[in-house]
């Protein structure tokens, strides 16, 4: 039996650093984040920058 090339999905290294930078921020395990769909990710990241800018106070940044 043959098997064909696997497809291969690149995200690119700024996903996986968001998947990071989410899970320090919601102090997880960043498996919780890198097992999510890349669309999961970056709603997570417009929430969190979202919530961000309403916790920090301004010139505070």
């Known amino acids: 039996m043959r098997v064909g ?5 690149h995200t690119g290294p700024r996903v996986v650093l968001d998947c990071y930078r989410l899970a320090k921020f919601y102090a997880q395990d960043p498996d919780v984040f ?12 417009r929430w969190t ?12 940044s």
Do not use: C, N, Y
């Open 5 to 9: 090339p696997r497809k291969f999905f």
């Open 49 to 60: 920058d979202r919530l961000l800018e309403v916790v920090t106070p301004p010139g505070d």
């Open 34 to 45: 890198l097992a999510k769909p890349v669309s999961a990710i970056q709603q997570h990241m």
